[in-house]
Structure formats: C-alpha cells, structure tokens
C-alpha cells in the first residue's frame, strides 16, 4: 500500500495530523525537543501547563476541544517510558480480572465520579479505581456514598513523586492487574493518564470523554473506544470534531418512588438551580444573579438554590433581589443534598432552572426523572454549552430573560403537569440504569441518541458583553488566581 492509499483510508483529523507535522518551534516544538532529549517528566509537565494555561482562558470554552498532536506527545512519552520499565510479575489468578479506572481525582458531587461509579457498579467484577493524583489528592471515605454496593472496590493514588515517577507506577500496576478493560477518566490536563495507556498492552481502552466543554488530552488518542456521556457531546464529537465511530453512553440515575405531583398544587411557583460556583460565577451576560432576582419578582414564590457559591456571588444576588423588591427569604440557599430529584420532589419544585452559562447534565437528568419541568438556556456563544440536545420534549428554551419571565407568568399548573409528564418520559427513554446497562453489555448495538429538538440562536451582543469583561483588571486577576490554585491543587499532593 503507499503513503497516499494508507493516508487516505485514516479519518479527516488523523488526516490533518499527517499532513501537519508539529512545527519546530512553539509549545509543540518545545515538547517534542523534550521527548528527543528524553526528559520524559519535564515533557509531561510541559503538556499539562500548557493544557493548564488554555484551560483558564474564558474564551477558549467550547472553542478547542482536543488536539492531536498533544495526545501524541503524551503517547510518545508513556511509549518510552514503557519501553524502560523493568519486569513486572502479574498478580495471582485467584480471582476475576478487575476492571481498571484510571481518574486524576474524584469528588464527591462530581458529575463524572458518579458516571464512574455507575459503569463499575454494573460491571459486575472487581473494581481498581488508579488515581494519578495530577489534579489533587481524592478522599475516598467522602465518596462511600457514590460506591455503595460494590463488593470488591479498591482506590489506589500514585505515591508522591515525579509525573514520570507516576507514569511507571501506572503501568507497573496495569502489568501487574492485567485487565480486559480500562476505562480512561481523566481531568483535562492529565498527561500522565493519556500517556500510562499504550496499544497492544492486552486490554481493550474505553475513554470517556468527561472533560467535555474544553481541551482535554485523550480525545484525539488513535486506539480504543470513544465514549460520550451526554447527547451534545455525542453529537459534537461526531459532527464537529469527526470523530465518526464514538459511543453514547447515556448518562444515568436511579428514579425516585414518586414524581412531581404538580397539577395537584397551588400557589406562586417553587423554582429551582443546583449548581457550585465553576458552573454560574462567570462575566456571561445575562448574569444569575439578575435573572433569579427578576425570576422570583416575577413569580412571587420561592427559588432554592443547591450547590455552593462563593459569600460574594451570594452578596451579589442578594442586592440583585433588594433592587427588585423581593424579600431575602424568596431565596433558599442548600449547600449539598445527597439525591436531587429527592431533593426536588421534597422542596415541593414547580420548575428546575438549568444552571447558565454552564449547565449540570446530569442534574437535568435527574430533574427529568423527578418528572419537575425544566428551563434550559440557549447559551448565547454555543449549542453545546446549553445543553439544548439534553433537553426533553416542551422543555422552555430560553435565550433572554424576558423569554424565561414570560414563560413563568403565563404557565397554568395543568401546563406544568403535562411538561413534567414529558420530561419524566424523556428519563424513561433515554437515561434509566438499564439503558446504561444496554449500552455497556458486550457487542451491543449503538444505543438510539435523543433526537435535536431545539435549534440555536446565537446571541452577538452577549457575546460581545462576555468577551469585553474578560479583558477587565479583575477578569485578568481571576484567571492568574485560578490558574495559581489549580497549580497549587495538582502539586500539593
């Protein structure tokens, strides 16, 4: 076969890769200059700052998704590293072969942590969840609540060191666990995961494709398979970053024994947000804080907000509710709860507001399985970003306030019930633990993928308004803070 026939039987993005070489100067040239001088640990390090530095610009969310060349960078230097480790005896045969995750960290109300635990929990064998610790240290007594009920699960975190020290240790244990499957959980910036997996090393990768709405390292990894958690990631996997072959897997959560109970209410509307700060405490325009404050002038009734905010965003809509008239106690603040749709269905919750600029996928879920209506935002910048394909049948898409106001002085409670009747529906269709369960079991077919519903309206003067905040002294200021705590949070353990 020659160069042109084998080129051209590669996909458009490994396509692209061939016919662009990486450059001998830039952060690319510099990585790879490390790798030719086989300073491993400083080319892993190199990778993660520069994923680190593209990660803390506002303006690059949803702009770059992966890159090509960094993942081969990242499986270079795990391929030499490979090639160095000494041999490693396998563990006895005793038992099953564990199935093997391979995280940076997990938290205890991170989205992807349940994913994690919902795919082990149905796997059905031993579980070994290797933590790089790239990202911080993990606490795995805070998660009991996620990985209740597997009876063989183990959490192992690479020993301080090196990023190369954690590399060999990785795939020492990878030799020494010989699984069938690994599944690869990694945050964003995490070279070390990307490069501890190698091709033709016994077990078949799944990669989940978690970090979703920025550059992430893994996306572009030429073996394996490609696992989406959520329809827009699935759709913008395949339609914008051509990748033709990835997987939906559909994201899943327990439905509680009752749902929403709306048509039987009365009174002014109990709305609802959950979401912590990285998904609200952005410039975007228009901003939460105004828009709960119109919100509750509008309805008269009661917004509970689940999730953490910083005491300045909390002040910040607090003068937001006093310029509109409404009282302080319209607004309940709940730090944590352990179950939302529980939580929804206990709070009495007419109609769940999807967090904006960023939405919670797997917090609409269980909205959906609550059967409560839900308000998505068509993020001014990008389809992707407001999670419009997550969106049930009927579901209020909104892009200005007045639309979302409007909404709300005009819904009738038998409205509500058929809504939420749809929404409870969208659950039952796409996102039980069986349908989970179908996606995962050996040699199944492609599950079916919720269909598009809602076109996009882009909106230029929001944009422009975000862009605008960014480049201000304190948008300057918050990304130097929050590259420095990232820095300090992946380096402290």
């Known amino acids: 076969m020659n160069g042109r026939a084998m080129k051209a039987d590669l996909p458009p993005v490994a396509q692209r890769s061939l016919a662009r070489p990486a450059p001998a100067s830039g952060e690319r040239g510099r990585i790879a ?45 795990g391929a030499m590293s490979l ?9 006895s045969d005793d038992g099953q072969v564990p199935l093997v995750f391979i995280a940076s960290r997990l938290d205890a109300s991170g989205g992807h942590t349940a994913v994690l635990a919902d795919i082990a929990r149905l796997a059905g064998l031993p579980v070994r969840i290797l933590l790089t610790g ?41 030799r020494e666990l010989r699984p069938q499957f690994v599944w ?37 990894l030429p073996f394996g398979e490609h696992y989406d958690p ?27 024994a009752e749902t929403a109970a709306l048509l039987r209410r009365s009174g002014p509307l109990v709305t609802c947000t959950a979401a912590g700060h990285n998904k609200i405490e952005h410039g975007y325009w228009p901003a939460y804080a105004d828009v709960i404050a119109a919100l509750l002038a509008r309805t008269g009734g009661v917004h509970v ?9 909390r002040w ?66 990008s389809r992707f970003l407001g999670a419009l394909d997550m969106a049930p049948e009927g579901a209020c898409v909104w892009s200005r306030p007045e639309e979302l106001l409007a909404f709300v002085g005009s819904v009738d409670r038998a409205t509500l019930a058929r809504l939420g009747a749809q929404a409870r529906r969208h659950y039952d269709d796409h996102h039980t633990r069986a349908a989970m369960a179908a996606s995962l079991a050996p040699g199944a077919a492609p599950v079916r993928v919720p269909p598009v ?9 929001a944009q422009a308004v975000y862009r605008a905040r960014q480049f201000s002294l304190f948008g300057l200021l918050r990304r130097r803070a929050l590259r420095a705590a990232r820095r300090l949070k992946s380096n402290f353990f």
């Open 33 to 77: 200059a490390l790798l030719d001088q086989g300073c491993i640990d400083e080319a892993l390090r190199a990778i993660e700052a520069l994923v680190e530095e593209v990660f803390c610009e506002p303006l690059n969310t949803a702009e770059i998704f992966g890159d090509a060349l960094l993942d081969e960078a990242c499986q270079r230097a």
């Open 83 to 91: 090639a160095s480790l000494s041999t490693v005896h396998a563990e």
């Open 134 to 174: 790239v990202a911080g240290s993990t606490d795995p007594e805070r998660l009991a609540h996620r990985f209740g009920g597997i009876p063989d699960l183990a959490f192992e975190q690479a020993p301080r060191g090196s990023r190369l020290a954690r590399l060999r240790w990785l795939q020492g244990r990878l």
């Open 184 to 220: 690869l959980v990694n945050h964003h910036q995490d070279s070390v995961a990307v490069a501890a997996v190698q091709p033709g090393q016994g077990y078949t990768l799944k990669y989940l494709h978690h970090g979703d709405h920025h550059l992430c390292l893994g996306v572009y």
């Open 230 to 256: 959520h329809a827009m990631g699935w759709h913008n996997c395949r339609e914008v970053l051509d990748k033709p072959d990835n997987r939906y897997l559909p994201m899943a959560v327990a439905a509680p």
């Open 305 to 313: 907000h689940i999730g953490r905010l910083s005491l300045l965003y």
């Open 316 to 381: 910040r809509i607090r003068r937001a509710l006093a310029r509109e008239g409404v009282a302080q106690q319209a607004l309940r603040f709940i730090p944590h709860v352990p179950n939302l749709a529980e939580a929804l269905l206990r709070e009495r919750v007419d109609l769940y507001v999807s967090s904006f600029p960023y939405p919670g996928a797997r917090t609409l879920v269980e909205a959906m399985a609550a059967g409560v209506p839900v308000a998505v935002h068509d993020h001014a910048a």
């Open 453 to 461: 519903r809602f076109a996009h309206r882009s909106d230029s003067l």
